[in-house]
């Protein structure tokens, strides 16, 4: 378990980190979810042992990573967004230095690195230079840098970054397969990527988090908030005269809409379903609804919502 409680780091008058707190469990996939520069990479970069807190501590299996580091670390393994590669060996040379550095017994770093190079799919490129392979294979190299050694935490950073939509796909399903044996910490600003592979969302801003909740309670969290939208032929004034009777609505605009059309946006109170009630309302008058559609918040919407300045406070899991 990796425990980081009022984490702070400045840089000068800058605070990249403000009092973070959360709690890392075993067997889950995490997303580090914020938009550039709010302090997902320092956090990780904290979370490893790589920079120095200004204040607060992270314990990772009850060690300090400041005050034990290496016990600590142990339980760690680390991509960054640029992995620490050295481009002019080749993959099992390079693979075999990392395994020396992170203390693997010697007789068994042979049979340690063919596994994680068999596991993350590079076994066929181990004798090459690193510098000749491609982008996606040099990612999948930093990848098993960070398996060597079998941690329990696996600390990604900004791990697709860069790839094209293929090689996308095969990191994402290296990540898959990693979860079933390790804990997976991931950071990204992409949402698609959180939310194909992560069963937690942890929201990012301004070094504070926002949220913390699973993918589906935070969609359901935020579901209170949706709005319903009918179109009808009936004048706004009229329109508005029926809504009134519908209990429950909290809140009615009336955007522009093609001529004789009057579209309404309808808020109702968080958790309530209204749509049968307006339905009937406009029936009794003898009124047809032309159209009647929920908006769905995806979490994209979420994500605006609670990163954009002066953003929804989210009342899930924190």
């Not at 990604?156 to 290296?174: A, H, S």
């Not at 913390?212 to 969609?219: A, F, L, Q, R, V």
């Not at 093609?258 to 309404?264: L, Q």
């Not at 406009?282 to 605006?304: G, N």
């Amino acid at each position: 378990m990796i425990e980081v409680k009022n984490l702070v780091k400045k840089y000068g008058n800058h605070t990249a980190v403000d009092h973070l707190s959360f709690q890392i469990e075993k067997g889950h996939i995490y997303g580090l979810l914020g938009p550039n520069g709010a302090g997902k990479s320092t956090t990780m970069n904290i979370m490893t042992g790589y920079l120095g807190a200004t204040e607060g501590e992270v314990r990772i299996n009850g060690h300090d990573i400041l005050k034990e580091p290496e016990e600590a670390k142990k339980a760690v393994g680390y991509l960054p967004e640029i992995p620490p590669l050295y481009v002019d060996m080749t993959v099992k040379e390079y693979l075999m230095f990392a395994a020396e550095l992170k203390k693997v017994k010697k007789q068994d770093r042979k049979d340690e690195v063919n596994k994680v190079m068999k596991l993350v799919r590079i076994y066929d490129v181990k004798d090459r230079l690193i510098k000749n392979l491609s982008k996606g294979y040099k990612q999948r190299v930093g990848l098993a840098q960070a398996v060597l050694g079998f941690p329990e935490t696996i600390i990604l950073d900004e791990p697709t970054v860069g790839l094209d939509p293929k090689q996308i796909i095969e990191i994402r399903e290296l990540i898959r397969e990693l979860a079933k044996e390790h804990t997976v910490i991931l950071s990204s600003h992409i949402l698609a990527e959180v939310r194909e592979v992560c069963d937690h969302i942890m929201i990012i801003s301004k070094g504070k988090l926002v949220a913390s909740d699973t993918p589906e309670n935070m969609e359901k969290q935020m579901a209170g908030r949706e709005a319903l939208e009918i179109e009808t032929r009936l004048l706004p004034e009229r329109t508005e005269e029926i809504l009134s009777k519908v209990a429950g609505i909290t809140n009615v605009t009336y955007p522009k809409s093609e001529p004789g059309i009057t579209r309404a946006l309808i808020e109702a109170e968080p958790g309530l379903d209204v749509r049968e009630e307006i339905f009937r309302a406009f029936a009794r008058e003898d009124s047809a609804l032309l159209t009647m559609y929920q908006q769905k918040k995806t979490l994209e919407d979420i994500f605006l919502e609670l990163t954009q300045e002066g953003g929804t406070a989210y009342a899930g899991n924190l």
